[in-house]
């Protein structure tokens, strides 16, 4: 780095450096000595770490470091952190999956009352907006495969509007066996084999993904509950011949709407998540009357624990997170590059660090019944309850309805299309309703309607032939700039 432009920070022991990035600013940090880690991901001395895209994090020391780096628009050091107690409760999950996994093996287990269950950690994770729930679920996966123990977390986003490894509008587990980094918000949880090269080091990350199509799950409270439960079958399907991932346990973050359920179907969808993931450990971050709620609703099948709000946590507005979902699609589509600071290479670092992640969609012009597109429930929906006395929904929320490309006001201009997996070759198996139930392969998007030649122009990720695929559209839009 240029000497003029950088500057040190020296950290003492349990403190972290935190930092909020200005649109169209990156910063590269880079360990000089001691040890680090970024939300529980340790970074390697003499490696340059790039962030851009309005990212917000923190660097954080148990014993004490010197770093260097570029100065960003907003920058501090505390050492009021909440990090001790996530410690603390990596210990006690991890005395959990030990004694689980000696259970699968029938090895003599010792019980001396410690009161350690011996069923892995299965842990929800809630609180209100930016209480660092997200944040929360990447430090306790990120502590479990540093272990060093080879486990492998199923980690879980059940929050549509976050995007996770794919784009928003979709909740999606994945099994996690190296640290999840952090770079920008686009990738909250890290990246994927879709959309990152092979040899980046989280590569490996296949997740299950399906298709809500809106970023809140009050839009459509039924599809969602349905929408857990199917993860939910799939992650105890991909458990079913697999001790080690199973005795990881499961670490599920929650969209804060969950902690702010009203009504009649008051906490359906924290049932619902319960039930559909066997949680035994509820994690309120930062909000004391719903961690009492949390302990009088469910406190019989589970343990509430709760977190202090961690000083660092930065609020994120509407706009905020319109751009990053923005940036979800663009870097689905076009990989993630972050350009480094005047006087960083853009590869540098003694492993090589990638920060040029350059993919190339394919734009195709494609007939409009190539495609088989369906709207659930037909659009947002109210919920039932919301309905005027005596009204009936003419449409159910669970309804995939048809949409017509050649319909005028279709609303799939510059839509987000999620191309559906194959649903079963056996047709005595096939039911109306299946498409809620197949998985994402992949997304596409409208960029364009030629009504006359009834032709659709679409961007998708590769070249793979698009001819009777099943989509579902939902609310969410992009155009490419
Ligand atoms: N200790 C910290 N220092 C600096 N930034 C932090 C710290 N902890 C969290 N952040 C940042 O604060 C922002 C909000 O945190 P996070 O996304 O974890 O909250 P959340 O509760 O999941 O939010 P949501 O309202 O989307 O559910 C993120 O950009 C995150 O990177």
């Known amino acids: ?82 990090m001790a107690v996530y410690m603390n409760l990596h210990h006690a999950f991890e005395q959990m999956r030990v004694k689980a996994l000696s259970a699968s093996r029938n090895s003599p287990t010792r019980d001396d009352g410690d009161g350690v269950p011996s069923e892995p950690p299965r842990v929800l994770i809630m609180g209100p907006d930016n209480a660092g729930k997200t944040t929360a679920c990447k430090i306790l996966t990120n502590y479990v495969v540093r272990a060093g123990q080879g486990w492998r977390p199923m980690c879980v986003n059940v ?96 969209p ?35 961690a009492v709620e949390m302990q009088r609703t469910f406190g019989q099948t589970v343990n509430v624990v709760k977190v202090p709000k961690s000083g660092g946590v930065v609020d994120l507005d509407l706009a ?14 076009y990989g993630h590059h972050i350009a480094p600071p005047p006087g960083v290479p853009s590869t540098s670092g003694e492993d090589g660090e990638v920060t040029d992640m350059h993919l190339a969609p394919l734009s195709a012009s494609i007939n409009f019944d190539d495609l088989t597109i369906y709207r659930i429930g037909g659009g947002v929906m109210a919920p039932s309850s919301a309905l005027p006395v005596g009204a009936a929904r003419t449409i159910s929320e669970l309804q995939p309805v048809p949409v017509d490309p050649s319909q005028k006001g279709s609303g799939l201009l510059n839509a987000v299309l999620a191309l559906l997996s194959p649903p079963a070759s056996d047709e005595n198996e096939r039911y109306d309703e299946e498409v809620l139930d197949l998985t994402v392969s992949g997304f596409l998007v409208v960029n364009a309607l030629d009504f006359h030649n009834k032709k659709m122009t679409v961007l998708a990720p590769g070249q793979g032939s698009l001819v009777g695929r099943t989509c579902l559209v939902g609310s969410f839009e992009w155009q490419d700039q």
């Open 159 to 254: 929050d549509p509007g976050e995007g996770a490894w794919t784009v928003p509008g979709t909740i999606s587990a994945c099994s996690v066996d190296a640290p999840l980094p952090t770079s920008s918000p686009a990738s909250p949880l890290g990246s994927t084999s879709t959309s990152a090269p092979t040899i980046s080091s989280s590569s490996a990350l296949v997740p299950a993904v399906y298709w809500f199509g809106h970023s809140e799950p009050r839009q459509n409270i039924l599809l969602m509950e349905r929408l857990i439960r199917n993860l939910g079958d799939n992650v105890n399907s991909r458990h079913y011949n697999d001790p080690i991932g199973r005795c990881s346990g499961i670490i599920v973050d929650t």
């Open 256 to 290: 804060s709407s969950f902690a702010t359920s009203t009504g009649e179907k008051k906490y359906a969808l924290v049932k619902a998540c319960i039930e559909a993931f066997q949680i035994n450990v509820v994690l309120v971050v930062g909000h004391e009357k719903l």
């Open 320 to 333: 905020y997170r319109d751009r990053v979902h923005k940036l979800q699609v663009h870097n689905y589509m």
């Open 1 to 82: 780095m240029d000497a003029g432009l950088v500057k040190e920070w020296q950290l003492d022991p349990e403190s972290e450096y935190r930092f909020e990035l200005d649109p169209g600013e990156s910063l590269a940090i880079k360990l000089i000595s001691g040890k680090a880690e970024i939300f529980g991901a340790e970074i390697g001395e003499g490696v340059t770490y790039l962030f851009d895209s309005e990212c917000r994090a923190a660097v954080f020391t148990w014993h004490g470091c010197e770093l260097e780096m570029r100065k960003p628009s907003t920058e501090y050091v505390s050492d009021e952190t909440t």
